[in-house]
């Protein structure tokens, strides 16, 4: 049974306790028990793992390890996202406009060492999902275009064509926020949604996609997400990702339950919104939440007016 909302946790190690004997081993700084355990996570989980429990291998252990043995990608991977993600908290969220030329210079500097880290791993070993992942992240940043980003996706479908971690990265490479484009984007989403097999987290991306559209127009956000087509393919996407008998809750299954108990908050549909808020409990994904603030303050605030028995408006 999950917990009431009351005391929210944003710990993904509540969501996925299957990952708590992970991150106890990486505290430890036993990295060759830490790898046999990874290889019970197979596919995306596996990638999914690497970026969630980064920030508890102690870089130096990740150093001393690809110094040893350069084509251990599990290592390259894990290294990667910590100097993105470090990268990227020196830029921070805001548009490009409010960030400073020295934070730039310093996020460009931290990105390039991720890429050298990236670069060096699929030198000895290109086989492996998560590296390349990675390095679509990291291409985004250094602002390598949408070819680069599409060739390194590329690598990601040849081995695994429903990699939705890879997935998710190349639609936000498609967003108009980074040179893409609405059709682009949503041709992508619908294509990695639909073809993925049914109760898997594939469909999501239909939801990132309508709300990427709907943040990129100056108004009308309200019409265009209530219009009749988006609200049908949103039911859609539910039926066949969160409400599927199939559907299991693997790393990422609160996120899938609340980008679209955001959305059909925002259409001011609170009867769809409210079990997907039941659902999790207590449970927080700070993605979505956080495009609009504070995700503690914001979910609070959207899941309270789903909770409310009165009209919308």
């Not at 970026?51 to 291998?57: E, N, Q, V, W």
């Not at 559907?247 to 996120?255: D, E, L, M, N, S």
């Not at 939440?289 to 009165?310: I, Q, S």
Request: with cysteine; hydrophobic share 40%; proline share 5%.
């Amino acid at each position: 049974m999950i917990a009431a909302p009351d005391d929210l946790t944003t710990d993904p190690m509540v969501a996925s306790p299957e990952l708590v004997p992970l991150r106890d081993t990486l505290r430890a700084g036993d990295w060759v028990a830490f790898r046999d355990q990874l290889a019970g996570h197979l596919g995306d989980s596996r990638t999914r793992a690497i970026g969630i429990l980064s920030p508890y291998a102690p870089q130096g252990l990740l150093e001393s390890v690809l110094e040893a043995d350069p084509a251990d990608t599990s290592a390259a991977a894990m290294l990667a996202v910590r100097l993105t993600d470090e990268a990227w908290a020196v830029r921070t969220g805001q548009k490009a406009r409010d960030v400073s030329r020295e934070q730039f210079d310093r996020f460009h500097e931290m990105l390039a060492g991720a890429e050298r880290v990236t670069a060096d791993s699929v030198a000895h070993d290109d086989s492996d999902p998560a590296v390349w992942t990675q390095r679509l992240t990291i291409a985004r940043g250094l602002e390598m275009g949408q070819a680069e980003a599409q060739r390194r996706y590329d690598q990601v479908a040849a081995r695994d064509p429903h990699h939705l971690p890879a997935q998710v990265q190349l639609l936000q490479q498609l967003c108009p926020k980074w040179g893409g484009s609405v059709e682009a984007m949503h041709e992508f989403a619908r294509q990695c949604a639909w073809s993925a097999p049914e109760g898997t987290q594939q469909p999501t991306l239909i939801a990132d996609a309508h709300l990427e559209h709907a943040l990129s127009l100056s108004g009308g956000r309200q019409d265009y997400l209530s219009s009749r087509a988006v609200v049908d393919e949103l039911r859609e996407a539910m039926r066949r990702s969160i409400l599927h008998p199939s559907f299991q809750r693997t790393v990422g299954w609160v996120y899938a339950h609340h980008i679209f108990a955001l959305l059909f908050g925002l259409i001011g549909d609170r009867k769809t919104a409210r079990p997907l808020y039941e659902a999790t409990g207590n449970l927080l994904s700070e993605d979505p939440w956080n495009y609009f603030g504070d995700p503690v303050t914001v979910y609070r605030e959207h899941r309270a007016r789903a909770m409310r028995k009165t009209r919308w408006f």
